[in-house]
């Protein structure tokens, strides 16, 4: 399913023009067209979803398998030292297309992309009982 007023539907069903490195029956893998690094890439499925929580089964399935695909392609044409797989979820994520896609940044030793947090710690005992209340939900 697809939704008329998204553009990463009309990117990733090509009624939109994009520069593509990848199709399949469930994804479109095409450039950033603001990149982090050249090569940044986006995996889009084309089935329309908001993020992970809505996610098919047979899309998340795949996901990964393309991701690896895209990577080891990067690795070799790219040359780079590295690549980071993100996914943001939610505005307070940092996403911005609210059509579920996974960015792929080529990354080099000492390059300037700067993806950073600062580091929090637990108290005694809360680590497992935040454990503990996640797998309840699951
Ligand atoms: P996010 O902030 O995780 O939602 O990422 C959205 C990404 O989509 C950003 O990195 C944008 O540069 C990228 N983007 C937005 N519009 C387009 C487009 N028309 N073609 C390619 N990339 C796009
Ligand atoms: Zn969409």
């Not at 982090?36 to 399935?61: S, V």
Request: with cysteine.
């Amino acid at each position: 399913m697809t939704d008329s007023n998204c553009i990463f539907c009309k990117i990733a069903n090509g009624d939109i023009p994009s520069a593509t490195i990848y199709e399949d029956d469930l994804f479109r893998v095409i450039l950033d067209i603001s990149p982090a690094m050249k090569g940044h890439a986006l995996i889009l499925p084309k089935n329309h979803c908001h993020d992970l929580t809505d996610i098919e089964e047979a899309t998340a399935a795949k996901a990964l398998l393309v991701a690896s695909k895209v990577e080891k392609a990067m690795m070799k044409v790219l040359s780079c030292d590295g690549v980071n797989l993100l996914q943001n979820t939610g505005a307070a994520a940092g996403q911005s297309v609210f059509h579920l896609h996974f960015h792929l940044i080529p990354r080099y030793e000492n390059d300037s992309v700067t993806i950073p947090w600062t580091t929090l710690s637990y108290a005694d005992g809360e680590a497992n009982e935040l454990a503990a209340k996640l797998k309840a939900a699951l």
